[in-house]
């Protein structure tokens, strides 16, 4: 806690007041909305994760506003911004909002937390000594239980933990180091990566653990649909001259399918029913968030990103398609930035629930 004593100028839990500012992108002369102060470094959690309230209303990310990254509250609306932890250590990546949209978790250190918004955090779990935790973490689509790796030298096991009041499990061992686990939606199973050589699917039993059927070459950012029943990647060919595509995985049917090729994508989001995505550019010459129709396979641009690393841009809808949210220290430190596309792509229902 000394370091954050030295630092911080500011209470925990207070709140501090908009600091939007819009301007019209040079690119394409939309407006372009910066949310967060680039003074300060704002980072959004983990794109797989839940960063935006189901109505729309308020954003779940992490600032270092205080001395340290923090879990923070930004109100869409009014801009305000207030801070909702005093953890030490706090991986940004790692916050995601609960299902029901009342919590919040993270890991800390070596710790696991789950928080009210607005409450006090209680640790959930906590790592061994002789383990190190690997990227990613996620809570799974029912709310029930946390999903994350834990290593040991070059072996690792997939753990699960409730977030209500029982022991932790290991689902599955590996001898390699398993990464980003994510469950799938409406199914008992779960989806993680070996590196950007394979994603692979096991139950959550631990039963038939097995490698999905992918294209050849590397793996880029992946998720689930929302209906659970494909995993959406990025697929960078082998051959560098070749273009980054978006595929899709069907597990049920041991399949990999293209979707559409893309000017180099380095990271990407799909709206509920995947028919538009959103990608980030990794051109140098032309560093541009893009929107991309599926059953035209032609893209749009929106703005540019200028970001130092394409792949940190992370961009993502919100619940009901209607906004675009995205990363980038264009401006000095890490923001978070906002453009509306209510004219170009429909509206969701975010309250809706997925079918099988």
Known sequence: MLARNLFSQE????????????YADPATDFDV???TDPAFSSILPAAYNRSIARNNGWMLFCSDRSGSQQASRLDLKTGETRELTTADSLDASSLTLTPDNRSFCFFAGRSLYI??????ARELYKIPDGWERTAGFSVGPDGTHATFVEAQDDS???RMVPLAPGPARTVVE?????????????????LFRQADEALWLVNADGTQKHALKLAPGRIGPADWAPDG???????????????????????DTATDALVAKTSQFAHFGFNRDTSVFVGASRGAASPTILLLLRIT???????????????????RFSPDAQRL??????DGKPAIYCTHVEHLVEKIDAQAEPRP
């Open 325 to 330: 949210y995205f990363q980038s220290d264009r």
């Open 115 to 120: 928080s009210l918004i607005g409450g006090r």
């Open 33 to 35: 909305y910066r949310l």
């Open 297 to 315: 396979q032609r893209e749009f641009t929106l703005c540019e990103h200028k970001a130092s690393q394409p792949a940190t841009v992370a961009p």
């Open 229 to 251: 029943k494909t995993v959406l990647y990025l697929h960078f060919p082998d051959d560098p001259k070749q273009l980054t595509a978006i595929r899709e995985a069907t597990p």
């Open 174 to 190: 590996s001898p390699f180091q398993m990464t980003h686990p994510i469950a799938r939606p409406l199914r008992a199973q779960i």
């Open 11 to 22: 209470k925990p839990g207070a709140a501090f007041p908009s600091a939007i500012k819009r």
């Open 156 to 158: 690792s096991r997939l």
